[in-house]
């Protein structure tokens, strides 16, 4: 989302040359994942700003540093990941007894900001599809940052901001890092900073690097089912054209890996007593302060850590608990739920679902082609989708 960071948008490209023709040639992995998958891909949130970064091209530093900013903002001199509403304070701010963990609604006095176009088409689409996991590709760095990226209410920075799902978060970066040839190994990369992330794991919590109000990892979280992270991918935020080809075989294995990781947790349908999808049903975890709801079709996807999980289904007073399994490096276990006039309902001890699997991936952000993203969305056996957007890949199921 950042016209100057250009590696995200190229490697985006090959990665679609990449699963096309993998397609095409018969490879087991690419035509699984496809076959249960949708994937869109956009190459860019901000092509005006890769427009004007492209007048200096490679071989000026204001382009082609860790620092370099010429191309940076839209054509309204926005920084995009500045300009979504900072949700995390909201939330806090919200009465503790009326506080919702999921689904903040925006407040009014954001629409009275400038709102890039380009923001507004992203929170748009963002609502309209039951997306559940993202990435968006950024240079400047090498490493994977997570959630929280907001600071919060707190005046302190470069200080820890952890999310309920902060122990998920950090196992999806461990996927990116381990598939990453160069990020999480000490001496492969030269430090872009005074933080060699590549030293301490490939990952950071958001905010214990800097604070970034208004970033669209949080927006995600917040307003949405969607897990989100950002991927810094280089220290040069516009390399020569001849580098591509090597960021793009340091970060092919991560990328293909963290689509595949959609494929966890648990997966399924809240129906009413006629067996019709039940819509925005809430699907809780417990020991997790973070729910998602169903889709229009009643379907959900809910990643998770591996073990033995209490989840619940919920809607207008009908409510239902079953326990689900999560087992490592196995698909998304199926746990779906039925109302009927019972409000109440609570499986028995040995009422464990079993596993099974299929995902797909989803679009992300619209525009011409600048900065990069992407999100994962899980879904159900009923449907196969494949969703993968160059500027945010999203994953679903249904």
Excluded at 119 to 142: D, E, R
Excluded at 331 to 355: E, K, M, Q
């Amino acid at each position: 989302m950042h016209g100057n960071e250009a590696v995200g948008r190229e490697i985006l490209m090959y990665l679609v040359q990449y699963l096309c023709s993998g397609y095409q040639a018969g490879d087991a992995r690419i035509r699984r994942l496809i076959d249960q998958t949708r994937i869109h891909i956009m190459p860019s949130m901000n092509p005006d700003g890769f427009e004007r970064a492209a007048t200096l091209g490679p071989d000026s530093p204001r382009t082609s540093t860790s620092w370099g900013s010429y191309g940076r903002l839209n054509s309204e001199r926005i920084d995009l990941n500045r300009n979504f509403p900072d949700m995390l304070p909201v939330w806090l701010l919200q009465v503790e007894s009326q506080r919702r963990n999921h689904h903040v609604e925006i407040p009014e006095w954001y629409w009275d900001t400038l709102v890039a176009p380009e923001t507004l088409s992203v929170i748009l689409w963002s609502l309209s599809q039951p997306f559940v996991l993202a990435g968006s590709l950024h240079g400047g760095s090498v490493v994977v940052s997570y959630p929280f990226d907001s600071c919060g209410l707190r005046k302190v920075m470069r200080s820890y901001s952890e999310a309920p799902d902060d122990a998920l978060f950090r196992k999806l970066a461990k996927v990116y890092v381990d598939g990453h040839r160069k990020m999480g190994k000490c001496g492969q990369v030269e430090p872009c900073n005074a933080r060699n992330f590549t030293c301490k794991g490939g990952m950071t919590n958001g905010a214990e690097w800097y604070c970034v109000p208004g970033g669209m990892q949080d927006f995600s979280y917040l307003v949405t089912n969607c897990l989100e992270m950002t991927f810094e991918l280089s220290c040069d935020k516009y390399p020569d054209e001849d580098e591509l080809q090597t960021y793009w075989e340091d970060n092919k294995e991560a990328l293909l890996s963290y689509m595949e990781a959609v494929h966890t947790g648990i997966k399924g349908f809240v129906r009413d007593g006629s067996g019709k999808g039940v819509a925005n049903a809430t699907i809780s975890v417990e020991g997790v302060n973070h729910d998602v709801t169903t889709a229009s079709d009643g379907d959900y996807w809910r990643l998770l850590l591996p073990g033995t999980h209490r989840v619940t289904a919920s809607w207008e007073g009908f409510e239902q608990t079953r326990t689900c399994a999560v087992k490592d490096e196995s698909p998304a276990t199926v746990c779906d739920f039925s109302f009927s006039a019972t409000t109440t309902w609570f499986a028995s001890g040995n009422d464990v679902t079993g596993v099974t699997s299929q995902f797909s991936i989803t679009p992300a952000e619209s525009g011409r082609q600048t900065s990069n993203s992407f999100s994962l969305h899980s879904f159900s056996l009923i449907r196969s989708y494949l969703f993968f957007v160059l500027t945010l890949i999203v994953v679903w199921r249904s």
